[in-house]
C-alpha cells in the first residue's frame, strides 16, 4: 500500500448506528486531518493531529468522534448522526504541520458517507 | 472569518487554448498556497504551491501569486480534455482553507 489509505469507500449508515472511519498514510508524514465535502461547498476542516496530539477541533458535533493511535492512523468514530451528515469524508496528511513550508496535502480515496 | 473565493464555474474553453483560473483570500497574513485539482468521483491531488509573489511554472502549469492584491491564479497552457476537472485553490497555514472550486471543461 502507498500513499493515503481511507476505508470503507462507501457507507451506509441509520441515524443510530455507530461506525467507523479508517485512514492510514504510509508516507511518513507526521499531521493527519479530516475533512468533510459536501457538494457545492468548500472542503470543511474537522480535525488536525500532529504529532499524534489533536491541536484543532473546527467546532465539530460531538457525534464525530477522531482517534489518532499513532502517526500512521487516524479514525473517525461515527455515532447518532444527522443526514445533513451525509457527504464525502476525507482523510488527508502532511509533512508540514504548519502548512508554510510548501508541501501540500496527500489525501485519501475518501469514504462516501450517507445517513439514512 | 479566513475565507478563499473561487468562481464556481464551469469555465469552459477549446482544446489548446489557455485556462486561467483565478482565486482570491481574505487573510493578508498567509504564507502558502496551492492548486489542487479534483476529477470528478475522485479525491483532491496537489498540483501546485507556491508562496513567493510572481510565477511559477511546471510543465503546462504556471501558478501567479500577488500578495499585495491576495491573488492567486492558476494558467494551464495547450488545455487537454483530461484537464478537464474542479480546482480547488488554498491557503496554507496550519489550518489549510480551501475554496469550494472552479468546475474546468476542456472541449475537444
Redesign the interface.
Known amino acids: 500500500e502507498t500513499g493515503v489509505t481511507q476505508t470503507p469507500r462507501h457507507l451506509v449508515m441509520g441515524m443510530t448506528n455507530k461506525k467507523s472511519l479508517k485512514c492510514e498514510q504510509h508516507l511518513g508524514h507526521n499531521a493527519m486531518y479530516w475533512y468533510k465535502q459536501s457538494a457545492k461547498k468548500p472542503l470543511e476542516l474537522m480535525f488536525v493531529y500532529s504529532l499524534e496530539e489533536r491541536v484543532e477541533n473546527n467546532s465539530v458535533p460531538s457525534r464525530f468522534s477522531p482517534e489518532c493511535p499513532n502517526s500512521s492512523h487516524l479514525f473517525l468514530h461515527l455515532h447518532t448522526l444527522q443526514p445533513e451528515d451525509s457527504a464525502l469524508y476525507l482523510c488527508a496528511s502532511s509533512q508540514d504541520p504548519g502548512g508554510n513550508l510548501g508541501y501540500g496535502y496527500t489525501f485519501g480515496s475518501g469514504t462516501r458517507l450517507t445517513v439514512v | 472569518q479566513k475565507e478563499?473565493e473561487q468562481n464556481?464555474g464551469p469555465l469552459s474553453v477549446p482544446e489548446g487554448a489557455i485556462a486561467s483560473l483565478n482565486c482570491t483570500y481574505s487573510d493578508r497574513g498567509s504564507?502558502?498556497f496551492?492548486w489542487?485539482r479534483q476529477y470528478s468521483g475522485?479525491?483532491?491531488?496537489?498540483i501546485m504551491?507556491?508562496?513567493s509573489n510572481g510565477d511559477k511554472e511546471d510543465g503546462r502549469f504556471t501558478a501567479q501569486l500577488n500578495k499585495a492584491s491576495q491573488y492567486v491564479s492558476l494558467l494551464i497552457r495547450d488545455s487537454q480534455p483530461s484537464d478537464s476537472a474542479t480546482y480547488?485553490c488554498?491557503v496554507?497555514?496550519?489550518?489549510?482553507?480551501?475554496?469550494?472550486?472552479t468546475r474546468l471543461f476542456v472541449k475537444a
Open positions: 478563499v464556481s504564507q502558502s496551492f489542487y475522485k479525491s483532491p491531488e496537489l504551491s507556491i508562496y480547488l488554498a496554507g497555514g496550519f489550518k489549510t482553507i480551501f475554496g469550494a472550486g
